[in-house]
């Protein structure tokens, strides 16, 4: 239970709020140099050690109503774990104050309260002794606990040999037998199989039926969307919107590709600043022959199908390369294709005028443009495209920019793996 106020009691006011945060914030010192053995401890012992100071959360105020499901999202860095771990009292803050009526259930960063050379049993007490419950009380519950963990063969091991998914099960368990008035929940459906998440949403509502109150931080903005009363979106440790759950989606939503447009912009200026000049006659990696006196790849520039130059796609969006080409001298029938690759290298789609059967022609002196244009059928990601040209024979390149273009595809809802095709579901009774 965060202790920062406590307003149980006879004579407390009664408040329509479980949880009230005015004006909170929170810096943490980040070293400059960082010392990882006994001789660096004795070699620096005299010298001035340097901090850069880092605001985590910058004048953050905010309500959450009792028996209210609020959903915290924001990108990777912007503060909401810190927030939460200032809601449980892990954390002091800085400025600012914390007002909370009811105990807290904390479900935080995997790990937090658990002792790994211990056994998942030990664990379980040990843990539930932390969020406030007596031995008696740990007792009586401690069968349900296993129970709802499903690990009732593994109970008895030490939890280092839990996988991860293992260990967020028996911490959930314990947290939602601890019975408390809050629960404050950081992507504790990031981890674990589908049949646990579902089993996570069933006691969410049962919960919220109960009047008590759900805090969760989550990337998964359909979760928060389905199930939360309110949201709200940090920015930077500020709070950027707080209210209607979908308005403050689609808000996240549109800063993540505002910022993966500028992202892959900035890849994209930098392939373009590091490109190699090879020799104009050369043999790469894979034997292939290069002949760079006959044609370069000047560009690529990709847009949408309403002539948008952007690095953003959703599923199901037209993509179209433009490729500037130049000509050093006359050539017939050249072989143009594009690679698309994955983050990991991966040649995904492959495609050339060869392949399609196209007859490219004589193409004299000069400077021409040549567009693939295909529907983006890939998963959520960075993929780049790596344009080509050869003679028509395909034993000499003229030229090969690897991953030249770099963009992202960003979808709210995705199917998983590697590609996005479009399908249906149907369900018959």
Not at 210 to 219: A, P, Q
Not at 330 to 335: H, L, M, V, Y
């Given at each position: 239970?965060?202790?920062n106020i406590g307003i149980k009691g006879k004579n407390a006011q009664a408040v329509d709020y479980a949880v009230k945060v005015v004006g909170v914030s929170k810096k943490f010192k980040i070293p400059h140099e960082k010392i990882n053995s006994v001789l660096g401890v004795a070699l620096n012992v005299f010298k001035k050690k340097t901090y850069e100071e880092f605001e985590a959360l910058d004048d953050v105020s905010f309500e959450v109503k009792k028996g209210e499901f609020f959903g915290i999202i924001g990108?990777?860095?912007?503060?909401?774990?810190?927030?939460?771990?200032?809601?449980?009292?892990?954390?002091?803050?800085?400025?600012?104050?914390?007002?909370?009526?009811?105990?807290?259930?904390?479900?935080?960063?995997?790990?937090?309260?658990?002792?790994?050379?211990?056994?998942?049993?030990?664990?379980?007490?040990?843990?539930?002794?932390?969020?406030?419950?007596?031995?008696?009380?740990?007792?009586?519950?401690?069968?349900?606990?296993?129970?709802?963990?499903?690990?009732?063969?593994?109970?008895?091991?030490?939890?280092?040999?839990?996988?991860?998914?293992?260990?967020?099960?028996?911490?959930?368990?314990?947290?939602?037998?601890?019975?408390?008035?809050?629960?404050?929940?950081?992507?504790?459906?990031?981890?674990?199989?589908?049949?646990?998440?579902?089993?996570?949403?069933?006691?969410?509502?049962?919960?919220?039926?109960?009047?008590?109150?759900?805090?969760?931080?989550?990337?998964?903005?359909?979760?928060?969307?389905?199930?939360?009363?309110?949201?709200?979106?940090?920015?930077?440790?500020?709070?950027?919107?707080?209210?209607?759950?979908?308005?403050?989606?689609?808000?996240?939503?549109?800063?993540?590709?505002?910022?993966?447009?500028?992202?892959?912009?900035?890849?994209?200026?930098?392939?373009?600043?590091?490109?190699?000049?090879?020799?104009?006659?050369?043999?790469?990696?894979?034997?292939?022959?290069?002949?760079?006196?006959?044609?370069?790849?000047?560009?690529?520039?990709?847009?949408?199908?309403?002539?948008?130059?952007?690095?953003?796609?959703?599923?199901?969006?037209?993509?179209?390369?433009?490729?500037?080409?130049?000509?050093?001298?006359?050539?017939?029938?050249?072989?143009?294709?594009?690679?698309?690759?994955?983050?990991?290298?991966?040649?995904?789609?492959?495609?050339?005028?060869?392949?399609?059967?196209?007859?490219?022609?004589?193409?004299?002196?000069?400077?021409?443009?040549?567009?693939?244009?295909?529907?983006?059928?890939?998963?959520?990601?960075?993929?780049?495209?790596?344009?080509?040209?050869?003679?028509?024979?395909?034993?000499?390149?003229?030229?090969?920019?690897?991953?030249?273009?770099?963009?992202?595809?960003?979808?709210?809802?995705?199917?998983?793996?590697?590609?996005?095709?479009?399908?249906?579901?149907?369900?018959?009774?």
């Open positions: 239970m965060n202790k990108r990777n860095g912007s503060g909401k774990s810190t927030l939460l771990k200032i809601l449980a009292g892990i954390y002091k803050a800085d400025k600012g104050k914390v007002q909370i009526d009811g105990m807290i259930s904390p479900f935080l960063e995997l790990g937090i309260g658990f002792n790994p050379e211990l056994s998942g049993r030990d664990n379980v007490y040990l843990n539930a002794t932390v969020l406030g419950l007596t031995k008696k009380q740990i007792d009586e519950k401690f069968d349900s606990i296993v129970k709802f963990s499903e690990l009732e063969k593994f109970i008895d091991q030490k939890l280092k040999n839990y996988s991860s998914g293992m260990q967020v099960r028996l911490a959930f368990s314990v947290s939602i037998h601890a019975n408390r008035d809050i629960l404050l929940m950081d992507e504790v459906l990031a981890v674990g199989d589908s049949n646990f998440q579902s089993k996570c949403i069933e006691e969410f509502n049962k919960y919220r039926n109960l009047g008590r109150t759900i805090v969760l931080v989550s990337h998964d903005v359909e979760t928060v969307r389905r199930y939360c009363d309110r949201a709200m979106l940090i920015r930077f440790g500020k709070i950027k919107k707080i209210g209607n759950v979908n308005e403050i989606v689609d808000e996240y939503l549109r800063e993540n590709i505002i910022d993966e447009e500028k992202r892959i912009e900035k890849m994209n200026e930098k392939k373009e600043c590091d490109n190699i000049e090879y020799e104009v006659e050369y043999v790469d990696d894979a034997g292939r022959k290069f002949d760079r006196k006959i044609a370069n790849i000047l560009e690529v520039k990709i847009f949408n199908q309403k002539n948008i130059e952007k690095n953003v796609y959703a599923s199901g969006e037209i993509i179209r390369a433009e490729i500037k080409i130049e000509f050093k001298k006359e050539t017939k029938d050249p072989i143009f294709g594009i690679t698309v690759r994955d983050s990991s290298g991966k040649s995904l789609f492959i495609t050339n005028t060869w392949y399609k059967k196209i007859e490219t022609g004589l193409f004299q002196k000069g400077i021409i443009q040549v567009d693939f244009e295909f529907e983006n059928a890939f998963a959520n990601g960075t993929y780049s495209i790596s344009p080509a040209i050869a003679d028509k024979d395909a034993k000499i390149y003229f030229d090969w920019k690897h991953d030249m273009k770099s963009f992202v595809v960003l979808n709210e809802y995705a199917s998983n793996g590697i590609v996005d095709f479009k399908h249906n579901i149907f369900i018959k009774k």
